[in-house]
Structure formats: C-alpha cells, structure tokens
C-alpha cells in the first residue's frame, strides 16, 4: 500500500483535516465566499470569468488557508453570476479544476458559477409538494431524452428530449388528440414514482453539439449541478437548474413523486475535480496504487473515507432540498459502505419523517473493489445490515421469472419462457425474499425492489424473443410472446416488495435485441410512442394489474411479518403451484379478506381445486380488470396454459 493510500486512510488524517464546513460558492448582496477543501494543496487561487465557456479569466484571487484543509476567499462584493474555477498545486504540480462543489456550472460544467439559487425557481416552487403516498409505490423509470425524443411523442420539437417535455402535461400521438403520450400516459397507466435516469451533469454527451447525441449518462463530471444537454440553454447557467425544478415541479403536480438516479460510485474519469482538488483522496487504490476498478468505469469512489461520505450526504440532502427529490436510487450501491448508507437514510427522515423519501439502489458491484479493510459494502451481503427502508434491487425475482442477464446467457429461460415453475423460488419471490436463504435475502420486503426489466440488460420483450423465437422477430407481436410478458408481468404485480418497471415494459419495448443500449442511438433507446399505442392491449393488461395492486393490502404490507401472510397450498400438479394470502388489514380497506393465486406454465389447461367458499375472479390471462365486475367461482377451475389466476374471498 502506498504512503499517501495509508495517510488518507489513518484516523490521523480524519482527525486533522476532517471540516464541517459548507463548501462551495455562495454568493448574497452582503458579499461572496468561496470554500474550497484541499487539505494537500500548497496553494490555490480563484479565477474569476464573466461567461462560462470562452473567454481568459478577468480576475485572480490567492485564497487563503482557513483550517482543516479549507481554503477560502471573502468579498464584500455580490458575485452573483460569476463563473469560477481554482488553480490547485499539490506537490509542486498546478492543476486546474472547477470546483466539486459547484451547484451551477457553465456549457459542458467545465467552469462552475457562483449564482443565487432562489433566481431559479419557477413561480410557486414554494408551494411546490409531492402528491400523497399511495397504498403502493409503482416506480417507472426513464430517461430524459428517450422519453419524448420519437417525433410521435407530440411534444413540441423544441422541447423534444428535455427537461421541458415533462412540462407538458397533455400530449397525444402525432397530436391527435386521442391517444395520450410522456405526462398524459403515465397518468393514465397509473404509476406513482418516476425515476429519472442521471440528470445531474455527466460528461459524455456534448452539450453544444448535435440534438441526437445520446447517453445514459452514468458518467458523472458535477454531482450537484442539473445536465446541460436536457436544458434549452446549456451556456447559461440558471436555465438548466430553472427547467428541472420545473419539470419536478410538473411531475408533482400531476401526480407523481420523482426518483433521481445517482452515481456516486465513481467519476466520469479518474481526472476528475474530486481528484485534481486532492488527488487520490476520492478514489480507492490497489495495494500498488492503481486505481480500484468495481465500477468498471475506471475508478471508484472511497466512500468510506470521511469527506468523500461527507461529499455524497451533503449532495443527497442538497438535492432533496433545492430540487425537492422524493427518493434516490443509488448506482452500484454495492460499491457504497453500509455506514455511508445507513447515514444518508437517517438524514433523510430526521428532515423529512421516517421513510418518507425513497432510498434504494443495486445491491451489487462490477467488479471487486479496492476499500478501506474492515468497510462493510452495501451490496448483498449488507442488506441486512441496512435499514428497512433501504432497499435493493431484487435480481433474484427478475432471473427466476425471465430467466438471468449476463451476456452468454441469452437463451437461458426463467418460469415463463421454458424453464418451468419451481414451487420454492416462486414463494419466495411472491414474499420478496423476506428471511430467505439465498442469493437474495432481506429483512422485510420494504427492502425489495420487484422487476422485471431496467436500462441495464435486455429488455423483458426481447428476452423473451431471445428465449422463445427462433426467428428473432423483435418488432412482430407475437401471441405466443404476449401471453408470456403477461404472465411475467401479473406473477412481478403478485409479488410484495415495492415495484418498478423499465418505461415501455409495458408496451413490449424492444431494443431490438441490444444487451447494453448505454451507447447506442436515441433511435434504438427511444420510447416508440406508436408501438405503445400499437400494443394497447398489453399496456392495458399492466394498467389493470398496477389498480388491482392498490387494493390488495395483503401484498402491499412492508413489515418483516408480511411473509407469514404468505402460504403454499398443495402443489397439485408440475408446474403449476397455487398460493393463499391473508389479505386482512386494518390499514388499507380492501373487499376481499383472503386471496388464493394460482400459477401455471404448463402448455395445458389444468383444472386446480378451489378453497371452500365463494370466490371471485380477479384477474387472468385475459383482464386484469376481472375485479371491477368479479364474477364467482367454487369448486374447481380451469386454469389455461401459460396464465395466471387471482381469486379473492370476500
Ligand atoms: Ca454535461
């Protein structure tokens, strides 16, 4: 291990230098400070710069050290507007940086800008508030640009694929005026979260160049600081922050709470402004001073180290407060250590009340990485370290259902296209894996995140073609393919666990088979508006499932005890397995006091017996709005092939 990897690392270090203050630019008409922690540097200076691209800096500041590593500049004047970046020289080398702490920043977030965050906000933000929790929470996820960037989407082409094409709030395909598309749709389809795909600044998409440049965008270059390439105005600093607070603020008001992806898990690259203000002190090593690698995006963030869990609680907070983000999701949370995340979620309900913002993230890392020995990481073998409100994506339900993700793993099936029904697994899914033994295992099912699909791997549609059509028809829809997505679909709704849906899911999104669609054209990541409507009956079929959801308490229960509600009757024959749940609550009203669920692969009709009493048909193969005008069942039932039955005891 190097000196420098051993000093960042001692409690001597974290003794000395760790500063509580609050860094950045702040800018007021009594003055403007400038807060910068570099606790190795030698010397810094400010420079100041009228524009934020373009254009030599009109002034120079030597700041002044001010303890604990900090470094400072004062004036009386009001610096508003500004642009800024420091000169950083560590062991005699300078180096330029903007500032990480920046909460503007100009085009491409190359300079940062000192700038009065309350000119940014939108007429009534102050009164701006997330819509009432529903008895469930249904996560939709998308992506800023592919959202609304199909020309059928009827989103005005200037706004297309920005943060202001989720202002419009009633748009219809091709403008007919018929068949609503972005805002208008999800209302209708009846999702309660949006998660939005990275928003803050990321590096890989030039914000001055061409309107079809397209990324992801987990490539962080400001953590603090909205991206300028979903602004109708990259150069101007203000205009990026304005039309995001906007587009919550629409969100909200039309419902939804709004879910922010982050990626605190590593840096655009390893140069970053993190690593030119204190070269190294972000990033863990390998023992021969390499850079750590779990990320697979070529470093990893050192969260275990005091300021680097200091600099990404102080951003979750900052965001939460300025922009009024209901819940985050964490990239890679299995690079994070257990006691970052357990502070973030405890920060979060002082401010907010307990569990009131959403906290999750993917319980898992690329590859091994390189932290402090003795860190407990928040993947896997941490969730039932973390609190209960702090959740994970559940691969496990997501593998058993459609079969698994990696690359050569294409044509391995799940329950739903050839792999059969394995009693077990299917319980446990249906329990979110509450107490299981396993790959997969959490405290209660508040910690599950059910899914099918996401951004990363192939959608669920082209899985199943991938699995089940020789041909590979990714744009045919095929019966044989629906009736499997449906089954996929109401087998993830039966599950407890909070759920979540890849935007299109429900519409049999392909990417025409792209594993990893991260680089790929907005024409293959673009949301076809035309198909959803194409494939209306599907979407329908998702529609009745998210309603019939908000009315079973019995799944919707997030307590560590919910799995006891859970009970296997007999298993009658292969493939098929039948499930009771206790559907009692004394917080949500629900007419029916008990569910029975049956589940079939086979390629059959199966007649199951029916508990005793009277039951009414909910939902099948065909509607998942059976419950609207439930009709009764004793007996016995013919469960078709492929298809799943929901039956409800008054
Ligand atoms: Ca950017």
Avoid at 396 to 406: C, I, L, Y
Avoid at 470 to 476: E, K, V
Avoid at 604 to 623: F, H, K, N, R, Y
Wanted: negative net charge.
């Amino acid at each position: 291990m190097t000196n420098t990897q051993q000093y960042f690392n001692s409690e001597e270090f974290e003794n000395k230098f760790h500063c509580s203050a609050s860094l950045g630019a702040f800018p007021s008409a009594a003055g403007t400070v400038f807060r910068l922690w570099a606790p190795t540097a030698e010397a810094v200076a400010l420079r100041l710069y009228r524009s934020g691209d373009g254009g030599g800096a009109e002034e120079f500041h030597a700041m002044a050290p001010a303890g604990r590593g900090m470094w400072v500049y004062e004036t009386r004047r009001n610096l508003d507007g500004f642009y800024y970046d420091y000169e950083v020289e560590v062991d005699g080398v300078l180096r330029v940086t903007a500032d990480p702490y920046a909460k503007a920043c100009g085009l491409n977030g190359q300079r940062s800008m000192a700038l009065d965050l309350s000119r940014t906000n939108p007429p009534g933000w102050e009164f701006d508030q997330p819509p009432m929790q529903k008895p469930e929470t249904v996560i939709y996820e998308i992506h800023v640009k592919d959202f609304s960037w199909d020309p059928a989407s009827g989103v005005p082409d200037k706004y297309r694929g920005k943060f202001k094409a989720l202002c419009q709030t009633d748009t219809t395909l091709n403008n007919d005026g018929k068949h609503p598309t972005c805002l208008a749709y999800m209302r209708e389809l009846g999702v309660t979260h949006v998660q939005l795909m990275p928003v803050f600044d990321y590096g890989s998409v030039d914000e001055g160049g061409g309107t079809d440049a397209f990324n992801w965008g987990y490539d962080p270059v400001n953590y603090n600081v909205p991206e300028g390439s979903y602004s109708t105005d990259p150069r101007n600093g203000e205009v990026r922050i304005r039309e995001l607070k906007e587009a919550i603020q629409a969100l909200h008001q039309n419902g939804f709470r709004v879910i922010m992806d982050v990626v605190y898990n590593h840096t655009y690259r390893l140069d970053s402004w993190l690593w030119r203000t204190v070269p190294w002190y972000y990033s863990r090593q390998r023992p021969d001073g390499s850079p750590s690698n779990g990320s697979a995006c070529g470093n990893d963030a050192a969260s275990e180290r005091s300021m680097c869990a200091k600099y990404i609680l102080d951003s979750v907070l900052y965001w939460a407060e300025e922009y009024h983000m209901d819940g985050f999701r964490f990239d890679l949370m299995g690079l994070l250590d257990v006691k970052l995340m357990e502070d973030i979620r405890h920060a979060l309900d002082r401010r907010w009340g307990r569990g009131e913002k959403l906290l999750y993230g993917e319980p898992w890392a690329a590859a091994r990485t390189a932290a402090r020995s003795g860190t407990l990481l928040a993947g896997k073998e941490g969730l039932r370290r973390l609190d209960r409100e702090t959740g994970a994506f559940c691969d496990a339900t997501r593998d058993a259902v459609k079969g698994p993700v990696a690359a050569d793993q294409e044509a391995v099936p799940g329950f739903v296209n050839g792999g059969g029904l394995d009693a077990q697994a299917l319980v446990n899914c249906v329990r979110g894996w509450a107490g299981a033994k396993g790959a997969f295992s959490v405290k209660a099912p508040s910690q599950t995140i059910t899914y099918l699909s996401s951004h990363d791997d192939w959608t669920l549609w082209d899985k199943l073609v991938l699995t089940m059509d020789l041909r590979r028809h990714f744009d045919r829809l095929d019966r044989t393919l629906l009736r499997a997505n449906r089954l996929a679909a109401a087998i993830c709704f039966t599950c407890q666990g909070r759920l979540f849906l890849l935007s299109g899911e429900e519409f049999a999104r392909t990417k025409q088979g792209i594993r990893d669609s991260v680089c790929s054209p907005v024409q293959v990541n673009r949301l076809d508006w035309g198909r959803a409507w194409e494939n209306r009956e599907l979407v329908d079929y998702y529609r009745g499932l998210i309603a019939l959801r908000m009315r079973l308490p019995g799944l919707q229960d997030k307590s560590a005890q919910a799995r006891t509600r859970v009970t296997e009757a007999r298993e009658p024959y292969r493939d098929c397995v039948t499930l009771h749940i206790d559907n009692q609550s004394l917080k949500t009203e629900s007419p029916w006091r008990r569910l029975f669920l049956a589940y079939s692969v086979r390629q059959d009709t199966v007649e199951i017996s029916l508990p005793e009493g009277t039951w009414e048909l909910l939902a099948d193969a065909d509607s998942s709005f059976r419950w609207k005008s439930p009709e009764p069942h004793s007996g016995t039932y013919a469960l078709p092939h492929m298809s799943i039955a929901i039956f409800g005891q008054r």
